[in-house]
């Protein structure tokens, strides 16, 4: 495979761009090796600028529920680039979206578009700290919402690749404001707000988390965290950037049946194109301005194109609701592949395959992977031609334009690839 052009790139970038890329994970330090620079993407595929050609298993980290270049996105962002590109004024495509979300999301009374997973998680945190009149937030060790100061703690995703414990820059009081906790264990968090009566503003929570690869939450555990907090007078927040329109229509919400106090929404939302939202109880909601007090604002929030785009998206979900099963389908069967000493966690089309053989259910488990034979495991598929994500601390997503060949291509070079990793 020839990679040179990437290879000169990433040299022209690491002078130009901290590490050489704009998101930490993409420089593929979790794996060895140097990243492939992309040229383009159509249906379930990349190519890269040596004209490599791979079935694409990241799907821009989630949003790509369609694969790349649907043509129904493509028509919509087409028809709103002709009508211009940002207003920084209300536009009816912004209620027609919000409207939608409510309609899919029933929880989400009154919906905030935002341009970043990032910032949807800050402004809930924000708005649950202004509604509860408390200042103390619980997180999950292993769960990622972003690079929100406060969130920084023991997080997912690119923290866990590079194994950084927390973040320098993040002043010690705002990470004071935080309590994190293992995933998966409901005494911890009533201990947590036993020892802190009143304290407590939120209960954040991935509800499927896929920051520290795939770990579904364990039976009657979202339901104990609904519970706890309600009684606690403390909001509950389902950050949903990677489940919300993933692992169903709904999101984790609709699949475990949990009604959150606050929903943050990104990936899918924006159909490839920059758009979060955070939404919930309407009585919440209000407190924002200006309604109320509580501030949050941005110069492309609602950007025309990236409503269009999410709009066309959340329409096509509308219209098909199969494809969950079409999705389901698919990824089982790349579960099933695996051999008895990989781990495999599989909910809808989000999974990762962990290299070890103990249940991963929460980071510590999650920490007795293997890293460096998922590192032979990612490069093997690379070099059959399949594009995983290049970190055991992500989840994979399969999209509806992976093709039964494309799924029956992917089992047979995962097969070759564990015998190479696991020898
Ligand atoms: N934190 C993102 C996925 N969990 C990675 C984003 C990226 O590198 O683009």
Request: hydrophobic share 40%.
């Amino acid at each position: 495979m020839h990679t040179e052009k990437s290879q000169q790139l990433f040299d022209r970038a690491r002078l130009s761009i901290p590490g050489g890329v704009n998101s930490p994970v993409r420089a593929w330090r979790g794996v060895g090796g140097n990243p492939r620079f992309i040229a383009k993407g159509q249906g379930s595929r990349l190519f890269d600028v040596d004209g490599n050609e791979y079935i694409d298993y990241i799907g821009s980290w989630g949003p790509l529920l369609l694969g790349h270049r649907h043509p129904e996105i493509l028509a919509a962002i087409e028809e709103a680039l002709t009508r211009g590109t940002s207003f920084g004024a209300p536009t009816g495509q912004e209620v027609e979206l919000a409207e939608t979300v409510r309609e899919l999301v029933p929880s989400m009374e009154m919906v905030r578009l935002v341009n970043s997973g990032t910032e949807a998680t800050m402004s809930a945190l924000r708005v649950a700290r202004g509604f509860t009149g408390r200042e103390i937030t619980i997180k999950f060790e292993g769960c990622y919402h972003g690079h929100v100061d406060s969130l920084l703690v023991k997080a997912g995703s690119g923290v866990a690749t590079l194994g950084l414990p927390d973040s320098p820059g993040v002043p010690k009081g705002f990470s004071d404001t935080t309590i994190a906790l293992p995933f998966n264990d409901p005494q911890a968090v009533e201990d947590a707000f036993l020892a802190q009566p009143e304290k407590i503003a939120a209960v954040i929570v991935e509800p499927v988390c896929g920051n520290m690869g795939c770990i579904p939450p364990n039976g009657g555990y979202l339901e104990s965290l609904r519970e706890i907090t309600a009684r606690h007078g403390a909001l509950l927040i389902f950050d949903e950037v990677m489940t919300g329109f993933r692992v169903s229509a709904g999101g984790a919400q609709k699949l475990y049946n949990i009604v959150p106090d606050l929903t943050t929404l990104g990936k899918v939302i924006g159909g490839g194109l920059p758009i979060a939202a955070y939404g919930g109880r309407r009585d919440i909601m209000t407190h924002i301005a200006p309604s109320g007090p509580i501030y949050q604002a941005g110069t492309l929030s609602g950007n025309p194109l990236a409503v269009a785009a999410g709009l066309a998206m959340l329409r096509h979900i509308l219209q098909h609701p199969e494809i969950y099963d079409q999705l389901n389908a698919a990824t089982g069967k790349l579960a099933a592949c695996a051999p008895e000493s990989v781990t495999v966690n599989r909910i809808g089309s989000m999974m990762t395959w962990f290299f070890t053989d103990q249940a991963v259910t929460d980071y510590d488990s999650a920490k007795t992977c293997d890293t460096s034979k998922f590192g032979k495991f990612f490069h093997a598929m690379l070099e059959r031609g399949i594009y995983l994500p290049p970190s055991q601390f992500e989840a994979l997503f399969v999209s509806t334009a992976h093709s039964e060949e494309d799924i029956a291509r992917t089992v047979q070079a995962a097969k070759e690839s564990f015998e190479i990793a696991l020898a």
